[in-house]
């Protein structure tokens, strides 16, 4: 080990009994600052994050606000064009064909009414649940793209109630049955 030649500062007084560093004692509560600061970085990287993924990913919405965005309404297709397909066995195959029935009426098991009706009639079986409002008054039959307007056509002829509405809101099936009260009482 080196030795270095002594000092003016290697001699301590003997009165001087103090060694290493000298600080005052940590004010008392100084660690909830601590906390308040990694909780507020916490907040802001997840709300940055879910910001990211909703500019990301168009089915993701963040809404900061309630009630700031109107809810996804179906749009409206134009005049009809297409005839009504009431014959399953007319249908392409190639369609790949698959219905999907929602209750959105009050009555319970509506849905189950509808689609045993729709299979009865030769129809692929449709998925069924329930909708996610209970409160429609009318029957109404989305199907996703022009294909399918004449099936969807054929459902409302089935059924004996519903529009026909051209929608992108239903991505599980071309063809979703949302059945309303008007379908309640037809269906007892």
Do not use: C
């Amino acid at each position: 080990m080196a030795s270095f030649p002594p000092d003016q500062f290697d001699d301590i007084p003997p009165d001087l009994v103090r060694v290493g560093a000298h600080r005052a004692p940590p004010r008392r509560g100084r660690g909830w600052i601590r906390v308040g600061w990694a909780a507020l970085a916490t907040v802001v990287l997840v709300i940055a994050g879910l910001f990211g993924l909703s500019l990301l990913n168009p089915a993701f919405k963040l809404d900061l606000l309630p009630g700031a965005s109107a809810p996804a309404t179906p749009s409206a297709s134009a005049t009809p064009t297409a005839e009504p397909v009431t014959d399953p066995t007319t249908v392409d195959p190639a369609l790949n064909l698959s219905i999907s029935v929602l209750n959105g009426s009050a009555t319970p098991g509506l849905q189950d009414k509808a689609g045993d009706a729709i299979k009865g009639a030769g129809w692929p079986d449709p998925a069924r649940a329930d909708s996610t409002t209970h409160t429609e008054k009318t029957t109404t039959i989305y199907y996703s793209s022009a294909a399918y307007e004449g099936i969807a056509r054929g459902m409302a002829v089935l059924l004996g109630t519903g529009t026909v509405q051209l929608s992108d809101a239903f991505p599980g099936a071309p063809v979703t049955i949302v059945v309303g009260g008007d379908y309640a009482a037809l269906a007892k």
